[in-house]
């Protein structure tokens, strides 16, 4: 039998960056389990992908917002 391999555990939350004139703008935010979120996504805290949400720099991924959770779930 194989031994059993501990996986480290995925961030909470993620953010993938654009170069925009040589800086590093946030692009899109995800949650940890989101499939569009990629190899190069950084790990946030909750207070940095909050911050990043309200400020209005960077929009959620299409699956990972309010909308991709609430147009499955509303019965209207």
């Known amino acids: 039998m194989r031994p059993v391999r501990n996986l480290p555990e995925r961030p909470g939350w993620g953010v993938v960056y654009l170069s925009e004139r ?26 940095e992908a909050r911050r990043i949400l309200t400020e209005g720099r960077s929009p959620p991924a299409t699956s990972t917002g309010p909308t991709a959770s609430s147009a499955s779930s509303s019965s209207d």
């Open 22 to 47: 040589e800086r590093r703008v946030p692009a899109t935010v995800h949650i940890g389990n989101c499939p569009l979120a990629g190899k190069n996504t950084d790990p946030l805290s909750t207070e």
